[in-house]
Nanobody, 120 residues
């Protein structure tokens, strides 16, 4: 069984910072790409950032310069440092990992989501 466990969500004031973590565990053969999506109330889920095993990153235009994604390959953990947060970024943030678990081809696995609320 494979799990992605997120932590670090909560309430933060506008302009504040927050760090999310997501650790993958279980019978994992390899982790390819890890990333974060978010779903704001009444909106579709959108990609926030992702990072490859080699450290190549890409970000949504709306978070460039404010968010930083990183990972610890030895721990199968991905982080999202969020600075200068805005109220419109209130959302459930989901971790995703593309992993090889049992077969040959990698599959996408999702965390349960963590609520981030940006409000004064």
């Amino acid at each position: 069984q494979v799990q992605l466990v997120e932590s670090g969500g909560g309430l933060v004031q506008p302009g504040g910072s927050m760090r999310l973590s997501c650790a993958a565990s279980g019978r994992i053969l390899s982790v390819v790409t890890m990333g974060w999506y978010r779903r704001a109330p009444g909106k579709q889920r959108e990609l926030v950032a992702r990072i490859t095993t080699g450290g190549t990153t890409n970000y949504a235009d709306s978070v460039k310069g404010r968010f930083t994604i990183s990972r610890d390959n030895a721990k199968n953990t991905v982080y999202l440092q969020m600075n200068s947060l805005k109220p419109k970024e209130t959302a459930v943030y989901y971790c995703i990992a593309e992993m090889v678990v049992g077969g040959i081809l990698p599959g996408n696995y999702w965390g349960q989501g963590t609520q981030v609320t940006v409000s004064s």
